[in-house]
């Protein structure tokens, strides 16, 4: 071989070796997730036009997205800027003052269902309630138009709101935002076994990771054995969950490495496309 040639075979080889340590290095960090916890709150709509956060979530590989936001507007918002990523959740509630006591509003009924004529809504949520204030005549009314309109719902609650969440809806699809966040998992045991519809979203959810940032046994276990009822969030509840989306969808892959292939696939993307089905 001629030096020029050797040069050529050279440069080839390294070019060759870095497409594929990019190929290995995006398969290993960047597998794809459709993500069951995004909110496009107010405060995001100016510094974060519809367009770059639909971009910033695409970048992140995030190819679909359940989405709900105070006010519910910012859902609807999102959602025309990408029907087809955008899964757009219908929260009860169009205020943070309004959180403390939407579930025993009388004008629920009515705020629920002039909202699902604006917008093909798939779920109520992420709404939040605990302990007895689930236990309200107005969250049956909801539980009734979900019923009606075939919809998820998606609850921010403690055991006991779960309970009676659960007690209320047997025959809907309950997902459990942030797995009740310190709730034993005795209990998250239980409920996948008892309720056919009940998922559990991961976000924040403490507990599952040991000082090194690995799964602990227990959720190793835990995410194999019912890896089709399990669904990842980033939540971004707030600007700098949006700034640190990054580091969040690179911490949520890290632990999600350390499963079977087929529980990966199952809690990263297939489980919210058997959900919401497009
Ligand atoms: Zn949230």
């Given at each position: 071989?001629?030096?020029?040639?050797?040069?050529?075979?050279?440069?080839?080889?390294?070019?060759?070796?870095?497409?594929?340590?990019?190929?290995?290095?995006?398969?290993?960090?960047?597998?794809?997730?459709?993500?069951?916890?995004?909110?496009?709150?107010?405060?995001?709509?100016?510094?974060?036009?519809?367009?770059?956060?639909?971009?910033?979530?695409?970048?992140?590989?995030?190819?679909?997205?359940l989405?709900?936001?105070?006010?519910?507007?910012?859902?609807?918002?999102?959602?025309?800027?990408?029907?087809?990523?955008?899964?757009?959740?219908?929260?009860?509630?169009?205020?943070?003052?309004h959180?403390?006591?939407?579930?025993?509003?009388?004008?629920?009924?009515?705020?629920?269902?002039?909202?699902?004529?604006?917008?093909?809504?798939?779920?109520?949520?992420?709404?939040?309630?605990?302990?007895?204030n689930?236990?309200?005549?107005?969250?049956?009314?909801?539980?009734?138009?979900?019923?009606?309109?075939?919809?998820?719902?998606?609850?921010?609650?403690?055991?006991?709101?779960?309970?009676?969440?659960?007690?209320?809806?047997p025959?809907?699809?309950?997902?459990?935002?942030?797995?009740?966040?310190?709730?034993?998992?005795?209990?998250?045991?239980?409920?996948?076994?008892?309720?056919?519809?009940?998922?559990?979203?991961?976000?924040?959810?403490?507990?599952?990771?040991?000082g090194?940032?690995?799964?602990?046994?227990?959720?190793?276990?835990?995410?194999?054995?019912?890896?089709?009822?399990?669904?990842?969030?980033?939540?971004?509840?707030?600007?700098?969950?949006?700034?640190?989306?990054?580091?969040?969808?690179?911490?949520?892959?890290?632990?999600?490495?350390?499963?079977?292939?087929?529980?990966?696939?199952?809690?990263?993307?297939?489980n919210?496309?058997?959900l919401?089905?497009?």
């Amino acid at each position: 071989m001629t030096d020029s040639g050797r040069v050529k075979f050279l440069k080839r080889l390294i070019f060759s070796i870095m497409l594929f340590a990019l190929g290995t290095a995006l398969a290993d960090e960047k597998i794809e997730i459709h993500d069951a916890h995004i909110h496009y709150d107010q405060d995001m709509w100016r510094s974060l036009p519809a367009a770059d956060a639909i971009k910033m979530l695409k970048d992140q590989n995030i190819q679909r997205a359940l989405v709900s936001a105070t006010p519910t507007e910012g859902a609807a918002i999102l959602y025309r800027q990408d029907p087809d990523m955008v899964i757009p959740m219908l929260r009860p509630y169009d205020s943070w003052r309004h959180r403390y006591f939407w579930h025993k509003d009388p004008a629920l009924k009515s705020y629920l269902l002039a909202h699902l004529k604006k917008l093909p809504y798939r779920g109520i949520g992420e709404f939040h309630v605990f302990g007895k204030n689930a236990d309200t005549q107005q969250i049956e009314q909801m539980i009734d138009i979900a019923r009606q309109y075939q919809l998820a719902l998606h609850a921010h609650t403690d055991l006991e709101g779960m309970q009676i969440l659960l007690n209320k809806a047997p025959d809907l699809v309950i997902i459990w935002a942030h797995g009740g966040g310190d709730v034993d998992e005795k209990y998250l045991h239980e409920f996948l076994n008892q309720y056919p519809g009940f998922y559990i979203e991961l976000s924040l959810r403490e507990r599952m990771l040991d000082g090194n940032e690995e799964l602990t046994a227990q959720w190793r276990k835990l995410l194999t054995q019912y890896s089709q009822r399990f669904l990842l969030g980033m939540d971004t509840y707030k600007p700098t969950r949006w700034a640190e989306l990054p580091e969040t969808a690179s911490e949520t892959r890290h632990w999600l490495s350390q499963l079977p292939e087929d529980a990966i696939a199952d809690i990263a993307r297939d489980n919210l496309e058997r959900l919401f089905p497009k």
